[in-house]
């Protein structure tokens, strides 16, 4: 099965630190990739994408990913966190599988606690 | 931001019992998925269906059944609740393709 790992689980920051979490999957073929944020007692929303081209994605909130195919990685960044931006952040891969269908796969999560 | 709706929003059973939760979308999206998210697990598939007539097993499918009973309506079943079972559930959708999914609000299930 394939898997996607999210090497930090849990981060603690402090506002204006630099925020980089980790995320790493196992299939070698084509893929999708998406970072999702679920606030405190919300339900999960997307941040960003990459489907294909510039493999630098910027998505909402000043956050961006980098997609590097040799590494099977896309890791999340973000410059200067906020205390806003405490939340929980999932990486999910979306794989061909047999049939031609995307099966999406998450990582168990990044808990991100960000201190004023 | 109501274009995928879950109910009940919380619940608690007892073990034994049988469950439904119910999942709705004004998306129009074909695809939809049922999740459970369990603290340090993340969120772990449950079912998928990609039309009304499609249903697939996810990777945690004992336990549970689903019914798509329209486009627009997606229910998850526990026939027979299990303390285990206790989780928050999320219902998603997605459009065709590779696109990204909607998440509803989830909904808190304790099984006694």
């Known amino acids: 099965a394939q898997s996607v790992s999210q090497h930090n689980h849990h981060v603690i920051l402090s506002e204006a630190a630099s925020l980089e979490l980790g995320c790493n999957y196992s299939?070698?073929?084509?893929?999708?990739l998406f970072w999702y944020v679920q606030y405190p007692g919300q339900h999960l929303q997307l941040l960003l994408k990459?489907?294909?081209?510039?493999?630098l994605v910027k998505g909402i909130k000043g956050f961006e990913a980098e997609f590097i195919k040799s590494k099977f990685s896309f890791n999340l960044r973000k410059p200067s966190v906020q205390w806003s931006d405490t939340a929980e952040y999932f990486c999910?891969?979306?794989?061909?599988?047999?049939?031609?269908?995307?099966?999406?796969?998450f990582g168990r999560g990044t808990s991100l606690i960000v201190h004023p | 931001d109501a274009d995928v709706t879950q109910t009940p929003r919380n619940r608690i059973t007892k073990t034994g019992k049988r469950i439904m939760l119910e999942c709705s979308q004004t998306?129009?999206?074909?695809?939809m998925y049922w999740y459970r998210q369990d603290p340090g697990l993340g969120l772990q598939l449950i079912y998928y269906?990609?039309?009304?007539?499609?249903?697939n097993k996810g990777e945690i499918s004992d336990g549970y059944s689903v019914s798509r009973q329209a486009q627009a309506k997606f229910s998850l079943s526990l026939e027979s609740a299990i303390p285990n079972q206790t989780a928050l559930y999320f219902c998603a959708t997605s459009g065709g393709g590779g696109n990204e999914q909607f998440f509803g609000p989830g909904t808190r299930l304790t099984v006694l």
């Open positions: 990459y489907f294909s081209g510039d493999p």
């Open positions: 299939y070698g073929g084509t893929v999708n």
């Open positions: 269906s990609f039309d009304v007539k499609d249903i």
């Open positions: 998306k129009g999206h074909d695809r």
């Open positions: 999910a891969v979306r794989y061909f599988a047999s049939g031609g269908s995307y099966i999406p796969t």
